[in-house]
């Protein structure tokens, strides 16, 4: 199986490439070793030769004659690995290494030349042996001149070398391959930072990865970015449409609502309750899921948006207290102009049409709309002096997974609808009982604390 | 009393025509934004009834035009555009309330009603008092030449106040004239209405005569 991981996977393609590069390595070093000090004891051998050939000559009995012996000590050490031997067709004369044993014959060297071979040797050991023909009296006989070293000692030095070498190659792939550790490192730093970068993505949709770090890398970022910016724009417009169904789905039912309301007419008011019944889900599903799109829409918005709490709460009173139903209301609206909270303008719009539409609808006199700015953090509450909600219900309205419409007081999807476009923006939104006598909302945008 | 109605969805049209009808006016429709700006522009109307999304010409556009031809008839927005930021527009377009679809009937009626109280049955179109000039028509006013939106309660207020001929008015006269009852919880709503008032109009157009009450700067005209 191969490995999940591309640094491990790059790690042991690396380790195991750079082992094969520095056995073949071995290998060949070993022998190449082996061949030049093969040459360098043969190159001796024969160099001990011509100094036997310079020193020869042939007695009366045909046998051969050394002047003077080579100066090597080991020639005069018993079985000690290196011989000489000089044999003409009367008999030979051997060095004392050789002691009563002979080198073997040759069979096919007649050359004037020195040749070389591997024999068996007189004390049971491998041979290296050169040896050659010469002819030291024109008329005189040929001598065959034989020198052999022990194959032992070579061998000797070419297994230290290579155990040598093998010691040093290891070092050498360790080395290697920390260097290795290190570049994959070095090479991937740049995917990690596109990894962050992709966090960033995940969590803000509207995050784009900066410029890449590496050139090749840019290609990847370039492909991420223009994914982001599709997978954005498709989100855009699934909300988008969802919205348009939604209002799409409102003059239907306006629609559906006079047909109810020619049923109830007719007597039909069985029929008519019914429809209404229907008309009042559909509509309250139609608004949430409009205020769900928004937030949704809220939560993926880019960057950072702030907007002034004042003009919006005003706008909105502006809008609320036209209606019908507000005719008695007064509304405070008691916000420092300079207060901004971190949401667009239309979603605050939304944000405050919600809780001040609602607080109106059961104010009895008054509804204040406060704002500041504390320790805390940014803050805006609605209150009014209506029948407000009961402080059990409070507790359960605002526990997880509760559905605030369901809330008592009649405060309904008002609250619901806030509460989405709240946690959507960051910020909470908190139940109690209003010094007026009613319900206060406040909608709370924590200070983020540093790390 | 004559109502248009700017619909182009038919079933919703005729249900707001015959409740229009049965609440005694005389109703006429528009199916499109170019027929709706003709017919206002061209006819008298005690209100109108104006959905956003209409063929040709919108209802935001209409409603600019109107105005801006000093079109003043009350006008009601109904809209499947149920977004704050729309209505916010609407109103600073120049609507004079706005309702979301799908609606109740009997709100719009009313709502309807309201716009038509409220805007008709005064002889006089305006009166000033000082800077203050209260436009009983559209129920709305200027300062000092700068308009001022005010809400029911506060032209209201203001209504009342500037037909006192300087004589300083209490909370308690005035919570009793707006609510009908002079409970503290009152009397507390009209001192929160009078710094609403300071603060949209101007800090010194209402005055506080100390154990009198409340009047409005500048001479009765």
Known sequence: ?451 | MRALIVEDEVAVADDLARALQAAGFVVEMARDGEDAWFKGSTEDYDVVVLDLGLPRLDGLSVLRRWRDENRLFPVIIVSARNDWTEKVAGIEAGADDYLGKPFEIVELVARVRGLVRRAGGRASSSIRIGNLVLDTHRMSATYAGRPVRLSQLEFRFLHYVAHQGGRAVSAGELAEHLYGTAETTDTNAIEALVVRLRRKIAPEAIETRRGFGYCLAGDSQ
Do not use: C
Not at chain 1, 119 to 130: K, S, T
């Open chain 1, 1 to 451: 199986m191969k490995p999940r991981s591309l640094r491990v996977r790059l790690l042991l393609s690396a380790a195991v490439a750079v082992f094969l590069a520095l056995a073949a390595a071995w290998l060949v070093m070993t022998v190449l070793f082996g061949r030049h000090i093969e040459r360098r004891v043969q190159t001796d051998l024969v160099r001990d030769g011509m100094q036997l050939a310079a020193n020869l000559s042939i007695g009366r009995d045909g046998l051969p004659l050394l002047n003077r012996e080579p100066g090597d000590v080991r020639f005069g050490e018993p079985a000690s690995g290196l011989y000489w031997q000089l044999t003409t067709p009367a008999g030979s004369l051997r060095s004392r290494s050789l002691w009563d044993q002979a080198l073997p014959a040759s069979k096919v060297v007649r050359a004037r030349e020195w040749s070389t071979r591997s024999a068996g040797g007189p004390f049971e050991e491998q041979l290296l042996l050169v040896e050659r023909v010469i002819r030291p009296d024109r008329d005189g006989p040929e001598v065959l001149i034989q020198l052999a070293i022990e194959n032992k000692s070579l061998h000797e030095a070419r297994r230290e070398f290579g155990a040598e070498l093998a010691l040093f190659l290891l070092l050498l792939w360790v080395i290697l391959s920390a260097a290795s550790w290190s570049q994959v490192a070095l090479g991937l730093r740049p995917l990690s930072r596109v990894r962050d970068a992709l966090d960033a993505l995940k969590r803000s949709p509207g995050e784009r990865l900066a410029v890449a770090p590496a050139q090749e890398i840019e290609p990847l970022v370039r492909a991420i970015n223009e994914l982001a910016d599709a997978r954005e724009k498709d989100l855009v417009r699934a909300r988008r449409r969802a919205a348009d169904l939604a209002h799409a789905l409102k003059t239907p039912l306006a629609a559906i609502a006079a047909q109810s309301r020619r049923a109830r007419e007719s007597g039909a008011h069985d029929a008519a309750d019914g429809l209404d019944r229907a008309i009042n889900a559909a509509s309250a599903a139609v608004d949430r899921e409009l205020a769900r799109s928004r937030a949704a829409a809220i939560r993926a918005s880019i960057g950072e948006v702030n907007s002034a709490a004042l003009p919006a709460a005003e706008a909105v009173v502006g809008v609320v207290e036209r209606a019908e139903f507000v005719a008695q209301v007064v509304f405070a609206v008691n916000v420092p102009p300079e207060l901004v909270v971190p949401v667009a303008a239309e979603d605050l719009l939304e944000l405050l049409g919600a809780l001040i539409e609602n607080a109106a609808r059961y104010a009895r006199r008054r509804v204040h709309i406060d704002g500041a700015e504390s320790a805390e953090g940014r803050m805006l509450s609605v209150e009014d002096d209506g029948p407000g909600i009961d402080p059990g219900q409070m507790a359960d309205a605002l526990g997880r997974g509760a559905r605030l419409d369901q809330a008592g007081g009649g405060h309904g999807l008002g609250l619901a609808i806030a509460q989405d476009l709240a946690e959507a923006t960051g910020a909470q939104l908190q139940l109690a009982r209003s010094e007026l006598g009613g319900l206060k909302v406040t909608i709370l945008w924590r200070k983020l604390t540093p790390g």
